[in-house]
Every structure is written in structure tokens, then in C-alpha cells.
């Protein structure tokens, strides 16, 4: 009797076994998700698995986001100063998360995201927002040039969600639109790119955030050796009136950034702008500063940015 029990208790358990491992009983353990080292501007980042829930702190990089078919997986993003182009994501079913240079951390936390994506504005905030959630810094690199800081910006987010493929197609046919704009700038004459903001001009050179005028378009330069700061280079109106371009890339840092005040072309509006060359022949190319100064290195944005400017030299 003792035998013949132990005998049915054996088969009990083989039978239990079993139904664990083919998932007809007890659940089936879940397969391990797989770990990814990303390589990033401030760094390096560990993330588990392909993230489900992104928070995404900076416009350029948003815009990558959406050309790579990943829009479903942003669920915050800073609302204020949203570029038109990206005006879906001002849908209620994404959450505001504060500004680009200020983040709200319990907003944030409340939608215990997988990953946090942040760059240029939002880069200080790095040290922070690791210490909670994993995170990368996308940041632009003026240095890299338009078209290779847009790639380096980009493949971070293209590696985390295995996009590669579609990175290389979106970066080729980027570049092939480059070449293929090089000979508008050359025939447009002495070019100068001119930035304004609170009623002040600046101005930017070829190795600039917005050299790519220069570099890629070929627009050959009115003033040389202008200074690399972020900003640009402080000037006068007797300068653009010295200086005398052929023609004058501007852009509203004022109507980028949302605040009000005089627009660009009410601020080049007086005597001495009037005087130039540029003015004169109606060639001041207004360039949209949301693409130029805020969504610079979105993988489809450069490509817009291109072709804006070399509308302009068409208009």
C-alpha cells in the first residue's frame, strides 16, 4: 500500500512538472529582458529591455523620435514653445513635464517612465535625472556640422530601439538632399546671417549653429572670422550697414523661444538696414527660429531647414 502511494505521488509530480514547463498550469517564467550599454554625449547608459514609456526633454530630439515611427512611446513632453511641426504632441494624452530647462520631477514621476531623453536645454539636468530613471543626452554638437551632429544626435535613440536600419535610410537620403542644394548658395552673392532678439541684432558665422548656410548651401560668407559663441557675435546696425550683404538669413530668437516684443523684420526696420544691398533687393531670407534655434538636429527637421533656405534664395 506504502509502495503503490509513493508510486501515484511520483507521477503527481512529473505531471505537475510538466504542465509548469508547456505553460498549461503555472505561468511559464518570463525570458530575461535583454541589457543594452548606449553610448551618449555625457556618457554611458544601461537600459533593460526596448523602452515602452519615454519622457523626451528636447525638441530636436522629439523630432527624431517621430521620424524614426516611435511617437507611440512618448508619453511627456515639455508643452511650452512646442514647434508647429510637432503639434500633435500637444495632445492631452501626453503630459506636460514642465519646461526644456526646467523638468517637473514628480510629473515625471508620476508617469514612471522607462527612459528619459534629453539634450542642449535640458542637458544641466543630466546628473539629477539619472540618479531616477535611465537617461540620455542627445545633445546637438555645433562642431559636428549640420548633417554628422544631426547622425550623432540621433543614434543614441536609433541603437536603444534597434532603428538602425531605418537611421542609415533617413541619413543617406538626408545627405543626397544636401548635395543636391549645394549649387543655390553659390550664385546668391555675399550672405550674412543675422539673429535678433530684445530689439539687438547678432551675428553668426560658418562654424556657427546656422553655418550650415554657409558649409552646405555654399552662400560665401560676408564677414569673416565672426565669433562662435552661442549666441552669436553682438553688432550694430552700422555694422550690417558696413558689412553691406547681398543678401541676409534672419532669425527671430524672440518668436523661437515665445516671447513677445518687436518681430525681426520691425527691428531691421530703420535706416541704417536700409542702406544695405540685402534690403534693398528684398533678399532677407526669414528663416522659422523653431528648426533654426530650438529643433536644430530633428532627424527630418535638418533636412527642413535645408530647404528653407534655399527657398529663400529662390523667393
Not at 104 to 112: A, G, S, V
Not at 135 to 144: M, P, Y
Not at 170 to 199: D, F, H, P
Request: with cysteine; aromatic share 6%.
Amino acid at each position: 500500500m506504502v509502495r503503490r502511494f509513493a508510486a501515484l505521488l511520483t507521477v503527481f509530480l512529473l505531471a505537475l512538472t510538466a504542465c509548469g514547463q508547456s505553460g498549461g498550469g503555472s505561468p511559464a517564467a518570463a525570458p530575461a529582458a535583454e541589457s543594452r550599454t548606449i553610448r551618449h554625449v555625457q556618457g554611458e547608459t544601461t537600459i533593460e529591455g526596448t523602452p515602452e514609456k519615454v519622457v523626451v526633454m528636447d525638441f530636436g530630439a522629439l523630432d527624431t523620435m517621430k521620424a524614426l515611427g516611435l511617437s507611440d512611446t512618448v508619453v511627456g513632453l515639455p508643452k511650452r514653445g512646442l514647434p508647429k511641426f510637432l503639434s500633435e504632441f500637444g495632445d492631452e494624452k501626453y503630459a506636460d513635464v514642465g519646461t526644456l530647462q526646467e523638468p517637473n520631477l514628480e510629473t515625471i514621476n508620476k508617469l514612471d517612465p522607462d527612459l528619459l531623453i534629453i539634450g542642449g536645454r535640458s542637458a544641466a539636468k543630466y546628473p539629477e535625472l539619472s540618479q531616477h530613471w535611465p537617461t540620455l543626452d542627445v545633445s546637438f554638437k555645433t562642431d559636428k556640422g549640420l548633417i554628422d551632429g544631426t547622425e550623432a544626435s540621433a543614434t543614441p535613440i536609433a541603437e536603444t530601439f534597434g532603428k538602425q536600419a531605418e537611421l542609415s535610410e533617413k541619413m543617406a537620403a538626408l545627405r543626397t538632399r544636401a548635395q543636391g542644394l549645394e549649387s543655390k548658395g553659390a550664385a546668391a552673392g555675399r550672405g550674412l546671417i543675422v539673429m535678433t532678439s530684445g530689439g539687438k541684432v547678432s551675428l553668426h558665422g560658418e562654424n556657427s549653429r546656422f553655418g550650415a548656410i554657409h558649409t552646405i548651401l555654399g552662400v560665401p560668407v560676408a564677414k569673416e572670422n565672426i565669433a562662435t559663441d552661442g549666441h552669436g557675435e553682438p553688432a550694430t546696425f552700422e555694422l550690417l550697414a558696413e558689412i553691406n550683404p547681398d543678401v541676409m538669413f534672419v532669425v527671430d530668437r524672440d518668436a523661437a523661444i515665445g516671447t513677445e516684443g518687436q518681430n525681426a523684420r520691425q527691428i531691421l526696420d530703420n535706416e541704417l538696414v536700409h542702406r544695405t544691398k540685402a534690403w534693398q533687393d528684398q533678399k532677407l531670407v526669414m528663416l522659422d527660429g523653431s528648426r533654426w534655434y530650438i529643433a536644430i538636429h530633428g532627424l527630418d527637421n535638418a533636412g527642413a531647414m535645408l530647404d528653407e533656405a534655399a527657398a529663400g534664395l529662390e523667393g
